[in-house]
């Protein structure tokens, strides 16, 4: 059974850029028609999806955050990395990451999801 683990810093400047660790273990990150997302719930809102890498190490992003929002991988350690450039108060939120049959995905249903981390933007 796969499982996936965020890893990263809870407390972020304004304007920094934050990063994130999505650690794999159960299952291969390159095993064909997979999707490995990256979705965020800031307080009182609905699940966001950001962005995808897929198995064959293709990126997918969410057009609102295309230009701040990188997505990438680490075969050899079975893990998928976020970068969130020059953020501020409004990207405090919990972040997750997930493995799904499909590019976009906004609930657990039908994939794997990870506990989710919090990250706070604050100075």
């Known amino acids: 059974q796969v499982q996936l683990q965020e890893s990263g810093p809870g407390l972020v400047k304004p304007s920094q850029t934050l990063s994130l660790t999505c650690t794999v273990s159960?299952?291969?990150?390159?095993?064909?028609?997979?999707?490995w997302s990256w979705i965020r719930q800031p307080p009182g809102k609905g699940l966001e999806w950001m962005g995808a890498?897929?198995?064959?190490?293709?990126?997918y992003y969410s057009p609102s955050l295309k230009s701040r929002t990188s997505i990438s991988r680490d075969t050899s350690k079975n893990q998928f990395t976020l970068q969130l450039s020059s953020v501020t108060p409004e990207d405090t939120a919990v972040y997750y990451c997930?493995?799904?049959?499909?590019?976009?995905?906004?609930?657990?249903?039908?994939?794997?999801w990870g506990q989710g981390t919090q990250v706070t933007v604050s100075s």
């Open positions: 890498i897929a198995y064959s190490g293709s990126t």
């Open positions: 997930a493995r799904d049959h499909r590019v976009v995905t906004t609930t657990p249903k039908t994939g794997s």
């Open positions: 159960g299952g291969s990150i390159t095993t064909n028609y997979y999707y």
